[in-house]
């Protein structure tokens, strides 16, 4: 669980730090389109957690650049801001000590990716309102999980003062995914123990999973085109679908936060 630390400490617990290049590119695609649709303008955007080495820090300001962000990261552990900081950029990215009372910024958005998945689910309620409080009015939360690679991922949107998520974002390399049912390993961690029969993310998954099989004949087209069709087939059974065909397209879908 999240205990709480002594006045001006960072909150939070130290991660196992593990990433990749390229790893976050899905949420980073997401995160400078919703950016570049509702401002505001010159963001001020956290990276929680980065991890042992900066490289995602260092991808999602080159991502935001053209939206002329300020991006900092955050690490709970000390000897990482120290690794970071040669990498660092200012104005554009800089490195502090910090944890979800997010060092006392108050950022427009927060991408806290690959953190909460190694905490208790008992934990998670506690993190979202610490770090949607401290955001800038308007501001908004990303926190998801995502595999090594990239290549399959999934996160909750929050929005400030927001005591529970708006939607859930799928996210995948059609060319790789077998089927939706593979979001079931990389759910956010509010989610990822309820994925069983009788719960609602079971139910949109498994809906989801069925649309894919019946567009099977849609593969001689490609995956992009198979996903596409599974995605408006599970829209025109009644089911919310928050976005459209340009982020289908993408190999993603946002669907209302299953609850």
Known sequence: MIRPPPPGTPRGEITRGT??????RRVDRWIAARLAAT???????VDLGYGAKPVTAVELAARLAPLRARVVGLEIDPARVATA???????????????????????????????????????????WKAMTSALAPGGWLVEGTCDELG???????LEAGSPAPVSLTLAAR??????????????????????????????????????????AAQSVFGPRQRWMAAVRAYRDLGYAVLD???????????????H
């Open 39 to 45: 401002g505001p303008d010159a963001p001020l955007v």
């Open 85 to 127: 900081r040669p990498a660092a950029d200012p104005p554009r990215l800089s490195f502090q000590h910090g944890g979800f009372e997010l060092a006392g910024l108050r950022p427009d958005v927060i991408r806290a990716f690959n953190v909460l998945r190694q905490y208790d689910e008992s934990a998670v309620a506690a993190a």
């Open 244 to 258: 459209g065909p340009h982020r289908w397209r993408l190999g993603e879908v946002t669907v209302p936060w299953p």
């Open 174 to 215: 059609l060319s790789t995914l077998d089927g939706p049912v593979e979001f079931a390993e990389r759910l956010p961690k509010a989610l990822i123990h309820h994925n069983v029969p009788g719960e609602p993310i079971h139910a949109l998954l498994s809906e989801l999973d069925t649309c894919w099989q019946r567009a």
């Open 19 to 24: 990433t990749n290049p390229n790893r976050l």
């Open 151 to 157: 290549r399959l991922a999934s996160w909750a949107l």
